[in-house]
């Protein structure tokens, strides 16, 4: 895979590329700024770009902003991950918004389990979704007992939170012991109760995600 890094922190940047060559990958850019990302991601057209949330100067969402940007530059948006110390559940929302999926949101701690983190970078490449559980337990925490979620059951809203963290069919039935099939009828259904428009699998997916950031 070929990817940028845009981190400011030089031990993290400097990590992220060791862990990335080792592991067959190719780091073709790493910067510390959001218009280096965005230059970056223009001149080398990556198949992901890895991006600390808070970049110089303002260490607020300068890297959220420049990921936006540089999803903007072409028609197919360039996959991305977003890096965090901190749960903010708005950073994934915001880039899920254009409907094309092929983002993720992790805290930083999760690089250290070095197998989910690539299992995340993969999938985000494809254009699936890989959310951190952190973010996900903080929505469940929220009240949704209003809107279009109310209308889910129980497992539903279980499959969903899986789906919101990237997991396959096969994985969200592995992980709740259940049939490949009836994870695929609950799908159908909770897609169905979000009175999501017909379009592609993944299409509906992000936007049954994006349905759930934004509970």
Known sequence: MRLVIAEDLLLLRDGLI????ATGHEVLAAVDTGPGLVEAVRTHHPDLALVDVRLPPGFRDEGLR???EARALTSGAVPV???SQYVERAYAAELLAD????VGYLLKDRVTDIPAFLDALER????????DPEVVTQIFARNTRDGALARL?????EVLALM?????????????????????????NLLAKLDL??????????????????A
């Open 18 to 21: 060791r862990l990335l060559t």
């Open 66 to 68: 420049a990921a936006i």
């Open 81 to 83: 991950i977003i890096l």
């Open 99 to 102: 409907g094309q999926g092929g």
């Open 124 to 131: 985000v490449a494809a254009g699936g979704t890989a959310l």
């Open 153 to 157: 059951t129980p497992r539903e809203h």
């Open 164 to 188: 919101a963290q990237g997991l396959s069919n096969s994985a969200i039935a592995g992980r709740l012991h259940l049939a490949a099939v009836s994870v695929e009828k609950h799908i159908g």
């Open 197 to 214: 428009p017909v379009a592609d699998d993944m299409h509906r997916r992000v936007q049954a995600v994006l349905t759930y950031l934004n």
